[in-house]
């Protein structure tokens, strides 16, 4: 019997948070082993596991996967939710594609320089309210179905569901005016699997307050 799966990335969100959100939604168990330090980022320069000198990294199913988009990509094949022909594919793609961009922004924020972080939430804002929001609420009431892609659950559900409540964490009335999203984020957030997932002491990571980044910069000697 193959083991767990084993995260490989810092104790924060990141690049490593849809996978972990993924996982928990195919209600895949897995375990983490934390780069913690300067001194465990500069081993992975010369620890073979790690294909390209960087994180994510997963070890699954006799793999050392890297590449955030490689490994969402097996996930989702591997449990099913990658739609059922090359169309559901491609919607799929497109839209976790839209979905990323407005994540990156998402990602890199807590790291910005004080001075620059309300100009960046105003970007995000903006992009959230006027761009990618209204696009995948139009989605869904152009097809009156449960789900974004083919009337099944799949990745594109998961991730969005994700990007809303960081949407949310940073201004929940973002939300007003898309009923049909938030009617996916509840749909989706009362799965069992995800349930569980966004339950107190799971490996869902908080937001970074300025305490841990304070700690993550003497840590990671930025």
């Not at 009923?179 to 970074?208: D, Y």
């Amino acid at each position: 019997m193959a083991g767990k799966p084993v995260l490989h990335y810092p104790n924060t969100r990141g690049r490593m948070e849809s996978i972990r959100w993924l996982l928990a939604a195919a209600g895949v168990e897995f375990e983490e082993e934390f780069i913690a330090s300067a001194e465990d980022m500069a081993k992975i320069k010369t620890d073979e596991r790690f294909m390209f000198q960087q994180v994510p990294m997963v070890e699954m199913d006799g793999m050392r996967i890297v590449q955030s988009r490689a490994i969402l990509n097996y996930i989702a094949t591997k449990y099913n939710l990658y739609g059922q022909d090359a169309k559901e594919r491609v919607l799929i793609d497109m839209y976790t594609e839209g979905m990323a961009d407005l994540n990156e922004l998402f990602i890199l924020l807590p790291m910005a320089p004080k001075e620059e972080k309300p100009a960046k939430i105003a970007t995000i804002k903006d992009k959230a309210k006027n761009r990618y929001l209204p696009a995948f609420e139009k989605v869904l009431k152009s097809h009156g179905q449960d789900y974004l892609v083919g009337n099944r659950l799949s990745r594109a559900d998961i991730h969005v569901v994700e990007l809303l409540y960081y949407v949310e964490e940073l201004d929940p009335s973002l939300l007003t005016g898309f009923p049909l999203l938030q009617a996916l984020k509840t749909r989706i957030s009362n799965l069992p699997n995800v349930k569980k997932f966004l339950q107190p002491g799971s490996q869902r990571k908080p937001p970074l307050d300025e305490k841990v980044l304070e700690e993550m910069r003497k840590n990671f000697k930025l």
